[in-house]
């Protein structure tokens, strides 16, 4: 099957990075798949490296974009096109069902939909099938009523677990590459930190803990320096990481994995990589969350924006570790629906009832 993904993301956040992880899974199973990402971009040089990549300038309010769309999908002839933003739903999408071509719409965030006729229609009328992070996304897209239930399926982060093995975690190697006490206690969070991530309240969390062993591990993009008066209240115990290319490193390393997400989320790779990982994992009830960390079956869970629920709960779990069944649960739960294998599985689905759709409506 030839097989088109358009993302307008630009920078290597989660997204991009399960994309291009995937699109390498669908090659590898014997379909030429094409990714189209904006130019000159982190995503785009990442890309490059090891999938087909076509860079397109995602030029806003350019009538001419959308003819540079037609005649690339002209030239790709996909049988299939999944967007997953949406600036790049609208475009491609049009640009799809001008030329004939079956469209899958990725949706990714647990935020309300539009409720304008105009801005529903790439829902509507510019998708034949849907895929969701989660399942809490699949049920807003059903209730929003602009997708059956049979015409979605739910598609978490592949997972390697090849890369993600708990059999080969090394935290010693961490410790010492970080000059850190070999008894220190590692607590830590990933993710690109926009305001939605709650990298604050994970701060303030931290700082009221009575555990001087506690070191708290933050990796991912963004510039310290706004948080730098919070993390300086735990008296050097916070280490911003940047980007980390070997993020199975330092998730291995920890002795509780935090996310302390505010809202819209999907379900985050992070948390998926720590439960593959055996890293016991806390979070907050935002977005889809939940649809993975079940209270106190895989993992634990506080509410957002609440720093002393988030650190009576870190410091529950540091002094009583979670028993085992909780960590066997999450590994089980990760292995047997978010495998890559499994969620190329199911963009394989989708791709066919879109291609069904189509054919039946010609």
Request: hydrophobic share 45%; charged share 25%; aromatic share 6%.
């Amino acid at each position: 099957m030839r097989i088109v993904h358009t993302e307008t993301v630009e920078s290597l956040s989660g997204q991009p990075l399960r994309l291009i992880a995937e699109a390498r899974a669908l090659s590898a199973a014997g379909h030429a798949c094409t990714v189209v990402g904006p130019a000159e971009t982190e995503f785009h040089r990442r890309a490059a490296e090891g999938i087909d990549f076509r860079p397109f300038r995602f030029a806003k309010r350019d009538p001419r974009s959308l003819a540079r769309a037609r005649r690339l999908l002209s030239e790709l002839a996909p049988d299939v096109v999944h967007t997953h933003s949406s600036r790049d739903a609208w475009l491609f999408g049009l640009a799809a069902r001008s030329l004939g071509i079956p469209i899958v719409r990725g949706r990714h965030i647990a935020r309300a939909l539009p409720r304008s006729f105009l801005s529903r229609l790439v829902y509507t009328r510019l998708a034949d099938a849907f895929t969701a992070s989660g399942e809490t996304i699949a049920r807003m897209l059903v209730e929003a009523r602009v997708a059956k239930p049979e015409a979605v399926w739910v598609t978490p982060a592949g997972i390697d677990f090849e890369r993600f093995d708990a059999r080969a975690r090394d935290p010693a190697a961490l410790r010492a590459e970080l000059g850190l006490d070999p008894r220190a206690r590692l607590v830590g969070t990933t993710c690109n930190r926009r305001a939605q991530k709650g990298v604050g309240t994970l701060l303030d969390a931290f700082c009221e803990l009575e555990d001087e062993s506690a070191v708290l591990l933050v990796a991912g993009k963004g510039d310290p320096a706004p948080l730098a008066a919070r993390a300086g209240r735990a008296g050097g115990r916070v280490r911003f990481l940047g980007f980390r290319d070997d993020i199975e490193r330092v998730l291995g390393a920890l002795e509780l994995f935090v996310l302390a997400s505010s809202s819209d989320e999907g379900v985050p790779q992070a948390i998926l990589q720590a439960m593959a990982l055996r890293v016991p994992v806390l979070a907050t009830r935002a977005g889809g969350i939940p649809d993975v960390v079940r209270a106190g079956e895989t993992g634990f869970l506080v509410p957002p924006d609440d720093a002393r629920a988030l650190s009576t709960a870190m410091r529950g779990l540091l002094a009583v570790p979670p028993p085992e069944a909780v960590l066997d649960s999450a590994w089980n739960l990760v292995r047997d629906t978010c495998s890559l294998d499994a969620v190329v599985a199911r963009y394989l689905e989708a791709y066919a009832y879109a291609r069904n759709c189509a054919t039946s409506e010609s």
